[in-house]
């Protein structure tokens, strides 16, 4: 009994080694693989740390390389971080805790305060354009494109953002409303009228252009401009117009007559040009329209006038010359009388008749003289101008060999007189009345009459200077106009220096004097230069 119970306990025991070796051996099998599993992930972490690394640096290369300003900021706005282009650019770093919202210039708030609520409601901001204040109290206009920063459970921690510098574009930008609005003004207060339509549909018209017209700018929009062109000029509006669609032409001009609201019409000169874009195609046409119905209606008028006057001239000329004939004929008598009478009768008549009779002949002959200047006064015009080539040096020897000079003055020229190109005859009868006029107003011991010229460039400038009696300012301008003369001279019939004046006028010139009492006289005047090819107005 006692044999069996420790054979029993012998294979327990040894049941119980076998048990313990084999968990032993199990237990260092497991260690093994935990051994290897720990190694095992030792070079997995080792590996992961570096692809971290990696990663991290890539993404601070990443971050620190952004071309553009880039920084990150808090739910506050506080930038807590930025690269060194946002760094340069505002001009502060991220220690310096500055909030982007302090940044931005007073105008623009409320409109950033919009902004940054649509930021938060969509998760993403573009073409954000805030004006901001920088460091150096410096005036920016940027352009932000951002997004919201989510943490791994999706809350939001933060916001980022990527901007650039529009400054430049935003002044250009502004100058570019400024101008548009100074041009809108010019535009709309423009005393022409502006038209500007595209396929026959008004697109604007001015202020100017809706009171011609007397439409509304919204009536106008209706209305084909063909439907306010007059009968009379619409043909010749559609062929221009063909023109210009078919690239023919890019502008033109012509004078139309328009229709206004009430059934009236007024006429205008209209500039048409074409906007085309990059095809060539027609894009826009530009009206320029100016209401020329007044200077119409005056050019008219003095159409109008032109006739009437030439109509009136060549009745006065007429009636001058049958005048003339008539006046003439009893004058012609009364001579022949008064000379009979003074040869019957002049041993009869004392001293008192004889004076008379004498008198009577020279009042005929300054009647006769007056009618003649009458006559030539009325037969100055350009249309009968015959130009040749005139040597002044000869006219004036000529005028010396036939008119009265007094004995004691003397009549020469100061220099060498020029040739030029004029009708001989106006140029004569110009010359001989100053010559006239100059020899019989001397009254001292020896009188000189110098005649000169001198060239102006466009004009010759001649001169008639004597040592005569001279003559007092308050004649200077009076004595150019018909029938005035100086003083009581009954020998001077007041016309030889208006014949002067209107001669000079033909020639585009002008007459003037300097004088001195009891020193003498200069007459000046000018003749514009003429050539073969020159007509005379």
């Not at 009979?340 to 008198?359: A, P, S």
């Not at 003397?410 to 009868?429: E, F, G, M, S």
């Amino acid at each position: 009994m006692e044999n069996k119970e420790i054979t029993l306990l012998k294979k327990a025991l040894d049941r119980q080694k076998k048990a313990r070796q084999q968990a032993e051996r199990i237990l260092e099998e497991k260690s093994k693989e935990l051994y290897d599993a720990t190694l095992h992930l030792k070079e997995t972490n080792r590996i992961l740390e570096n692809l971290l690394n990696q990663k991290s640096k890539q993404i601070d290369n990443a971050f620190v390389n952004i071309v553009d300003p880039y920084l990150i900021m808090d739910l506050k706005g506080k930038i807590i971080k930025m690269n060194s282009a946002a760094e340069e650019f505002l001009g502060f770093t991220k220690e310096e805790n500055i909030k982007l919202t302090s940044l931005i210039h007073p105008d623009y708030k409320e409109y950033s305060k919009s902004c940054f609520k649509s930021l938060y409601a969509t998760g993403l901001i573009k073409k954000f354009r805030p004006g901001i204040v920088l460091k150096n109290n410096e005036l920016k206009f940027i352009e932000v494109n951002g997004s919201l920063i989510n943490d791994t459970s999706g809350k939001i921690i933060g916001a980022q953002g990527v901007f650039r510098d529009i400054t430049s574009e935003q002044e250009m930008k502004n100058l570019l409303d400024s101008q548009r609005q100074r041009l809108d003004i010019i535009v709309e207060h423009s005393p022409l009228g502006i038209w500007l339509s595209s396929s026959d549909k008004l697109i604007k018209a001015n202020i100017t252009m809706q009171k011609m017209l007397g439409y509304t700018e919204e009536e106008l929009k209706s209305i084909n401009p063909m439907d306010i062109t007059s009968l009379e000029s619409l043909q010749e509006s559609k062929e221009y117009r063909k023109k210009l669609f078919n690239g023919e032409i890019n502008d033109f001009s012509l004078v139309k007559k328009y229709l206004r609201k009430d059934g009236t019409h007024f006429s205008a000169k209209t500039t048409v040009n074409a906007v085309r874009n990059v095809k060539g195609e027609l894009k826009y046409e530009v009206a320029l329209i100016e209401d020329i119905t007044h200077e119409i209606e005056l050019e008219e008028e003095k159409e109008q006038l032109v006739k009437d006057l030439e109509s009136s001239n060549k009745g006065l000329q007429e009636y001058a010359h049958i005048v003339s004939h008539d006046l003439k004929s009893p004058l012609r008598s009364i001579s022949a009388l008064t000379t009979w009478m003074y040869e019957d009768y002049k041993d009869k008549l004392d001293d008192n008749g004889v004076y008379n009779l004498k008198m009577m002949q020279d009042k005929v002959e300054s009647m006769d003289k007056l009618i003649d200047g009458i006559l030539k006064y009325s037969t100055i015009k350009s249309d009968n101008l015959d130009n040749s080539i005139v040597d002044v040096n000869e006219v004036v020897q000529e005028i010396k060999d036939i008119i009265f000079i007094p004995d004691h003055v003397t009549v020469k020229t100061a220099n060498t007189l020029p040739t030029i190109y004029a009708d001989r005859t106006k140029i004569h009868q110009l010359i001989q009345n100053f010559l006239s006029n100059a020899v019989v107003h001397i009254e001292r011991e020896k009188g000189l009459v110098e005649v000169g010229c001198v060239d102006r460039d466009t004009h010759w400038e001649f001169s008639i200077k004597d040592n005569g009696v001279g003559i007092p300012k308050e004649y200077h301008e009076k004595i150019f106009k018909i029938f005035q003369s100086i003083g009581n001279k009954e020998r001077s019939t007041g016309i030889g220096l208006s014949i002067v004046k209107k001669i000079i006028d033909l020639y585009e010139g002008k007459v003037w004097l300097e004088s001195e009492i009891g020193v003498g006289t200069t007459f000046f005047f000018t003749l514009k230069k003429q050539n073969e090819n020159t007509t005379s107005n």
